[in-house]
Structure formats: structure tokens, C-alpha cells
């Protein structure tokens, strides 16, 4: 009996396993599918049709073009770090920042197709850079808001409801502000794009925090009422 117990124990981590990756891998296809979806479609717009968001520091910001070490590498960051954050959590705030996620993503995506913006890439990339746009088929039609930021920054404040240590919580912010640079450094976004993404990030993530303080009052209520 406790063979047939532990065997059933075993199939339900299996499952939960399978469920967990299942739904993240899910959050990351439905990105993509936005991302080229809202590309494809601000690709027919006439040119005049497209928002110019340029504000004086754009201008003196130069195009850097080493940090594409930093920029791109933090694509590690922002799938298998966040991947790594949200598997971690508990089952409810698990599903529930999944939740998030989507809604962000479809936010963002309906926003840049809302508001099309131009981008602000230089004719001539290096090559390195040239072959990073060429390897996920990159195309200027998706700028406003940067969802590069909205996806750092969001696993990096799931974070702080995870751990409280010093050391962690100091390397994630220190990605984020590092993505977020390297986003206008690089020419992929201008500031006001870099700026709206943190406010779709952080937004996000106050509406999963939010939730679950809801979540915990009722279920303490719940628990008080019941002794």
C-alpha cells in the first residue's frame, strides 16, 4: 500500500512538473506570437501612421555599439532567470504570475499596435549586432512600450517576494538597470520606451502583489471566523 502511495506521490510531482513547464513554456510562445504578430501587422501601416517619441536626451545618448554583449546575454536573464523565479514560487502564486505574464504581454502587444512608434536604429549596425536581428528576424514595427524592460523587470520584483537575500536581490536590480541602458544605448528603443515598459512591469507585478494580500485577508478571515 505505502509502494502504491509513493508511486502516486511520484506521478503527481511528474504532473505538476509537467504543468508547471508546460505553462511557462506556453507564457514564452505567447510572446513571440504577439511580438511577431504586432510586427507583421504595424508593417502595413503607412509611414506617417507611426508616433515619433524622441525627447531631448535621445539625442545625446550615442549609439554604443559593445553593449550588445550586455543586451542580448540579458535575454539569459529574462528566460531563464525569470523561468527559474516563477517555478519556484507556490502553486497558487505560481499560476497566478503566469496569469500576469499573459496579461502583460497581450497589454503591451495592444498598446504598440495602438500607439505604433518608430525605433530608433541606426542605419548601419555592427556586424554582431547586424546578426542578432538577422537570428530572430527582428523588425522596428513593435517599440512602444519595450516589453525587453517589462520582462526584466517583472521576475526581478517577483524576486523580492521570494528572497530576502541581500546579494540576490542586488544582482537582479542590477540586470534590470543594466537592460534597461543598454535598451537606449544600443538604439533599440528611445527612453520613453524604456520608461513605459518599467510602468507595464511594475504595474504587473503590483497587480499579482496585490491579489495575494486579498488572497491571505480572506483566508485568514476564513480562519478566524471558523475557530
Not at 499573459?102 to 525605433?119: D, F, N
Not at 513593435?142 to 520584483?157: D, G, I, R
Amino acid at each position: 500500500m505505502e509502494n502504491i502511495n509513493h508511486r502516486t506521490n511520484q506521478s503527481s510531482d511528474r504532473l505538476n512538473i509537467a504543468h508547471r513547464l508546460s505553462l511557462i513554456i506556453g507564457v514564452i510562445t505567447l510572446h513571440s506570437v504577439c511580438y511577431y504578430l504586432v510586427n507583421w501587422m504595424n508593417s502595413t501601416r503607412a509611414e506617417e501612421s507611426f508616433y515619433d517619441f524622441t525627447i531631448c536626451i535621445d539625442h545625446w545618448i550615442p549609439y554604443m555599439s559593445w553593449t550588445w554583449i550586455i543586451y542580448y546575454f540579458g535575454d539569459i536573464y529574462i528566460i531563464l532567470g525569470a523561468g527559474i523565479i516563477v517555478w519556484h514560487l507556490p502553486r497558487k502564486k505560481f499560476i497566478r504570475a503566469v496569469s500576469v505574464y499573459s496579461g502583460m504581454i497581450v497589454t503591451g502587444a495592444l498598446i504598440q499596435l495602438l500607439l505604433p512608434a518608430v525605433a530608433p536604429w541606426p542605419d548601419h549596425l555592427i556586424p554582431e549586432h547586424q546578426f542578432f536581428h538577422d537570428l530572430i528576424s527582428m523588425k522596428p514595427y513593435a517599440n512602444f512600450p519595450s516589453m525587453h524592460v517589462a520582462l526584466a523587470l517583472l521576475p526581478a520584483s517577483l524576486l523580492f517576494s521570494i528572497t530576502k537575500n541581500r546579494w540576490i536581490r542586488i544582482l537582479s536590480t542590477a540586470a534590470v538597470i543594466l537592460i534597461s541602458i543598454t535598451t537606449v544605448t544600443l538604439k533599440e528603443h528611445f527612453v520613453l520606451d524604456v520608461f513605459s515598459g518599467a510602468a507595464l512591469g511594475f504595474v504587473s507585478y503590483l497587480i499579482w502583489k496585490r491579489d495575494f494580500k486579498i488572497f491571505a485577508k480572506e483566508s485568514s478571515g476564513v480562519l478566524s471566523h471558523e475557530h
